[in-house]
DNA sequence: GAATATGATTGGAG
DNA sequence: CTCCAATCATATTC
C-alpha cells in the first residue's frame, strides 16, 4: 500500500534529478518572447507538479490550491481529458470477464454446510448433529463430546464472523476513503463514474481474495475440529460385549461361510446397535484375522460353537428338531470336510470334553449337554462321537487357497445354508 | 509403557 | 459395489 507513493517519489527524483537538462533548458528559456514565457509557464507548472510529493502536507495542499487556479488548469485538464478519451478503451479492454471463483464457491457452500457461515441459531448444531450421524457413533456416551464440538465449532464461528465484519468494515472504509481521494482527484484530473466503478471493483475484489483467506483457513480449522471430535477412528470405540458376542456368535456358527447377507447384516447392526458398515468391518476385520492365525481363536471358536450347538441341542430336544437351524452351515459342512488338519483342533477337542471350559459361562452347560450336543449333531451331520462332533467348530470351512468354501460347492450342506443369513437371527428373535 | 486387541480406513482386485 | 490385505489409531491388558 505504500509502495505508491514511494514510486510518485521515485518518479519525482527521476525528474528533478534524471533529466536536468530539461528543467535546465526550461529554466534556461526565462525572459524571451512571450512563447518563451508560456513554456517557462508550464515548465513550472509541471516541476511544481513533480515536487508536489516533496513537500509537505500544508505546503503541497497551497501549491495545489495554486495551481488549481492557474490560468493554465483549463487547458492542460482537457489535455488530459483527452489523454483520458483514448487510454480509457484500453482499460476498458483489459478487465471483463472474472467468473465467479469456483475455489470460493465450494469454501462457501462447505461453510454453510458446516454450519459456520449459516444462520446463527440451529446451523451450527444442526451441522454438528449431522456429523454426528455420519459419525455413526453410539450416541448415548458422546453427546458430551459433542457439546464441547458444538461449542468449539462456535467458538471458530465467532471469529469467523467477526474476521468478517472486520474485513467488511475495511473494505467499506477503504473504498469511501479511494473514493473521496478520487473524487478530490478528479478537480485536477478528469476521473469518470466509470473508473470509480472499476476502482471499487479492484478493491472489492482485493478484499474478497482477503476474505478467500479467511474461509480457507476457517474451513481448515473445522476440519481439523471435525477430525479430532468426530473421526471414528481417532475415538474408536469398542463394540460392548453383548455385540461382541451376537457377532461372535454369528460369526462362528456360520463358520463355513461366515459371509452374513445385507439383510443380515441389518439385522446385525440393529441387535447390537451399531451401524451396518460398522457390522461389515467387524465381519472383514474378524475373517482376516480368524485366517491369519485359527489356532488363537480355537478356543473362542469352541466356546461359541459350543453355546450355539447348546442352543440347538435345547431347541431339537424341545421337540422341533428341524435340524437345528442356528447352526446350518458349520454343521453342514462338517459333514464334508475330513478331519484332515491341524492339531489344534485336537487340542480344542480335548478342552471341550476336558475341563477346561470351567471358566465359561457355558462350561457347566456345555458339560451337561455333552449327549443332547452329540445327539443333535449325529442327527444333522451324521457324527457319533464327541471327538468328530468338535470337529464342526474346525475351520474346515477355509480351503487351501485361504479363502472360505464356497457354501454353494456341494461339498458343503446344502439345505438350511439358504444365505448365511438370518436364520440364526430370526431364533433369537 | 510395551504388547496386544480391535474398530476403522485405504487401496487394489474382481 | 464387496471383499481382502495392510495399515492406522486407539483401547485394553499385562
Same mark, same amino acid.
Given at each position: 500500500m505504500d509502495e505508491q507513493p514511494r514510486l510518485m517519489h521515485a518518479h519525482a527524483a527521476v525528474g528533478m534529478s534524471g533529466h536536468p537538462g530539461l528543467s535546465q533548458h526550461i529554466q534556461d528559456n !526565462?525572459?524571451?518572447?512571450d512563447g518563451d514565457g508560456r513554456k517557462q509557464d508550464i515548465g513550472d507548472i509541471l516541476q511544481q507538479i513533480m515536487t508536489i510529493t516533496d513537500q509537505s502536507l500544508d505546503e503541497a495542499q497551497a501549491r495545489k490550491h495554486a495551481l488549481n487556479c492557474h490560468r493554465m488548469k483549463p487547458a492542460l485538464f482537457n489535455v488530459l481529458c483527452e489523454i483520458k478519451e483514448k487510454t480509457v478503451l484500453s482499460i476498458r479492454g483489459a478487465q471483463e470477464e472474472e467468473p465467479p471463483d469456483a475455489q470460493l464457491m465450494r469454501l462457501d457452500n462447505m461453510l454453510l454446510a458446516e454450519g459456520v =457461515?449459516?444462520?446463527?441459531?440451529g446451523g451450527g448444531s444442526a451441522a454438528a448433529a449431522a456429523a454426528a450421524a455420519a459419525s455413526g457413533g453410539v450416541g448415548a456416551d458422546n453427546s458430551a463430546e459433542h457439546s464441547d464440538y458444538r461449542a468449539k465449532l462456535s467458538q471458530i464461528r465467532q471469529i469467523y464472523h467477526t474476521e468478517l465484519e472486520k474485513y467488511e468494515q475495511a473494505c467499506n472504509e477503504f473504498t469511501t476513503h479511494v473514493m473521496n481521494l478520487l473524487r478530490e482527484q478528479s478537480r485536477t484530473r478528469p476521473i469518470s463514474p466509470k473508473e470509480i466503478e472499476r476502482m471499487v471493483g479492484i478493491i472489492h475484489r482485493k478484499f474478497s481474495s482477503i476474505q478467500m483467506q479467511l474461509k480457507q483457513s476457517t474451513c481448515e480449522a473445522v476440519m481439523i475440529l471435525r477430525s479430532r471430535f468426530l473421526d471414528a477412528r481417532r475415538k474408536r470405540r469398542n463394540f460392548n460385549k453383548q455385540a461382541t458376542e451376537i457377532l461372535n456368535e454369528y460369526f462362528y456358527s456360520h463358520l463355513s461361510n461366515p459371509y452374513p447377507s445385507e439383510e443380515a447384516k441389518e439385522e446385525l447392526a440393529k441387535k447390537c446397535s451399531i451401524t451396518v458398515s460398522q457390522v461389515s468391518n467387524w465381519f472383514g476385520n474378524k475373517r482376516i484375522r480368524y485366517k491369519k492365525n485359527i489356532g488363537k481363536f480355537q478356543e473362542e471358536a469352541n466356546m461359541y460353537a459350543a453355546r450355539t450347538a447348546v442352543s440347538a441341542a435345547s431347541v431339537s430336544t424341545h421337540g +422341533? #428338531?428341524?435340524? =437345528?437351524?442356528?447352526?446350518p452351515n458349520s454343521a453342514g459342512s462338517a459333514g464334508s470336510f475330513? *478331519? =484332515?488338519?491341524?492339531g489344534d483342533l485336537f487340542m480344542s477337542v480335548q478342552s471341550l470334553n476336558g475341563d477346561?471350559? #470351567?471358566?465359561?459361562?457355558?462350561g457347566a452347560n456345555v458339560q451337561s449337554q455333552v449327549d443332547t450336543l452329540r445327539h443333535v449333531i449325529s442327527q444333522t451331520?451324521?457324527?457319533?462321537d464327541g471327538l468328530a462332533a468338535n #470337529? *464342526?467348530?474346525?475351520?474346515?470351512?477355509?480351503?487351501a487357497n485361504g479363502g472360505w468354501q464356497d457354501?454353494? !460347492?456341494? +461339498?458343503s450342506v446344502t439345505?438350511?445354508?439358504?444365505?448365511?443369513?438370518s436364520v440364526h437371527s430370526d431364533t433369537s428373535n
Open positions: !526565462t525572459g524571451a518572447n =457461515s449459516g444462520p446463527e441459531k +422341533s #428338531q428341524a435340524n =437345528s437351524p442356528s447352526t475330513s *478331519m =484332515s488338519n491341524s477346561s471350559y #470351567q471358566g465359561s459361562q457355558v451331520g451324521g457324527y457319533s #470337529q *464342526m467348530y474346525s475351520p474346515q470351512g477355509i480351503n457354501p454353494t !460347492t456341494p +461339498s439345505s438350511p445354508t439358504e444365505g448365511p443369513g
